[in-house]
């Protein structure tokens, strides 16, 4: 299980890079301070009633999801916001619990519903600086194809949210393949964020986002190598939130137990090659132990700008933004394929919507 330390940096990256020169040039003409922020997310009104609704506690007069206050949100503020952190474009979603609250799948699709046809709303408002990522009614899997379709194909979204797990149903889980099936034919561009886990009582009464959240992440990137989903489907690009959560750091284990013969026998090589292809945001992931990590473990290829707007409140999100150019060691190429072309090959929809071709 010894792992030579050289064999991280031997992989061969998975993710296509087909679209890599065009997004190059599309880069270039945008400006070299150009930044796109792949993690921040809507609040609207509607699903905040709803949580209510189904009992989530409200507290002096402030909503908690997963122990954590839920902030305000107007469509003005996340502009505004974006000016003050220098964000010019930004793909927005909802954050956990997403609709998987909702017992009842014909309520989770209409929320779902009416949720998407909200951010297309918002996305119609400023063209220019917001795309959507589809709300999905998960765990109804029948529900959730034709949502992503009507996302996709009809309002024409720059891509797709997906949580770690809906409901206890985790990525990697058979379930989903009719899900991953429909991502696969449309080269979907997916963002998943973390969830809680069913389990809570392992937090001991702390906020679920402080270490649930990422160790969430790692699960689910886990069971995708484990059951064999993303094998089978290698070709949906993937932005995991967080730098990844601890993935950097554990993926080497992972690699090393899923190579034992009672797991499957897997090759560590290819494991490891698996574990490191996807895409990672940089969202409360800006210290230098965590970007020389990330960095190492995928290279600046893979690494894409994340604020968590507003969930990190603004203060959080510029000194986060500007920290990661110096604690990640990074040159000004790199910072401007961070910012801007990483997020541009992930979503070539964006590229059409800034009508850059
Ligand atoms: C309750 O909310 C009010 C108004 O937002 C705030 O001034 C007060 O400090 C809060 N009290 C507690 C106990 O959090
Ligand atoms: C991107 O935002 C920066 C900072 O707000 C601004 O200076 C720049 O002109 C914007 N770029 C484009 C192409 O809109
Ligand atoms: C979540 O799953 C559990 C079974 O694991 C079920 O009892 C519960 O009703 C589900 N909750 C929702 C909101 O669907
Ligand atoms: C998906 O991408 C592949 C390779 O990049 C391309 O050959 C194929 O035509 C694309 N399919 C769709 C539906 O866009
Ligand atoms: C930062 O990166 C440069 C190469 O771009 C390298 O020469 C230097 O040693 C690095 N510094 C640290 C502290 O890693």
Redesign the pocket.
């Known amino acids: 299980m010894i792992l030579m330390p050289s064999l991280l940096q031997n992989l061969l990256l998975t993710i296509p890079l087909a679209c890599l020169a065009s997004s190059h040039a599309i880069s270039d003409s945008?400006?070299s301070?150009?930044?796109i922020d792949v993690h921040s997310h809507v609040v609207p009104s509607i699903w905040k009633e709803e949580l209510i609704s189904a009992g989530y506690p409200v507290k002096n007069g402030t909503l908690y999801t997963d122990g954590f206050p839920v902030p305000d949100w107007t469509l003005d503020a996340h502009i505004s916001t974006m000016?003050s952190l220098?964000?010019?474009y930004s793909t927005i979603s909802v954050s956990a619990p997403g609709v998987f609250f909702l017992k009842d799948a014909k309520k989770a699709k209409s929320l779902a519903r009416s949720v998407n046809l909200l951010l297309h709303k918002y996305t119609r408002t400023h063209p220019?600086r917001l795309g959507a990522l589809c709300l999905l009614p998960l765990p109804y899997v029948g529900e959730a194809v034709e949502e992503l379709k009507f996302c996709l194909d009809t309002l024409g979204f720059v891509g797709v949210g997906l949580y770690t797990n809906a409901n206890g149903t985790y990525l990697g889980d058979k379930a989903l393949d009719p899900v991953f099936s429909a991502l696969h034919k449309r080269n979907a561009s997916v963002f998943v964020h973390p969830a809680s886990p069913d389990c809570t009582s392992v937090a001991q009464g702390w906020p679920i986002p402080m270490t649930e959240y990422p160790f969430d992440t790692v699960r689910a990137i886990e069971n995708l190598l484990l059951t064999g989903q993303r094998a089978q489907y290698p070709d949906i690009k993937m932005i995991f939130a967080h730098g990844g959560g601890a993935i950097p750091f554990l993926a080497t284990r992972i690699a090393g137990m899923a190579s034992l013969s009672w797991l499957g026998g897997l090759s560590v090589v290819e494991s490891l090659a698996q574990l490191a292809g996807y895409y990672f945001d940089t969202a409360s992931s800006t210290s230098a132990i965590q970007l020389t990590a990330l960095k190492s473990f995928v290279g600046v290829d893979q690494i894409v700008t994340g604020t968590d707007y507003p969930y990190v409140p603004i203060s959080q999100a510029t000194s986060g933004l500007a920290a990661i150019e110096g604690n990640g060691n990074f040159t000004a190429v790199e910072m401007s394929q961070i910012d801007t072309l990483n997020a541009l090959t992930i979503f070539p929809r964006i590229i059409k919507a800034l009508k850059l071709s």
Do not use: A, E, P
């Open positions: 945008l400006g301070n150009y930044k000016d220098g964000v010019n220019t």
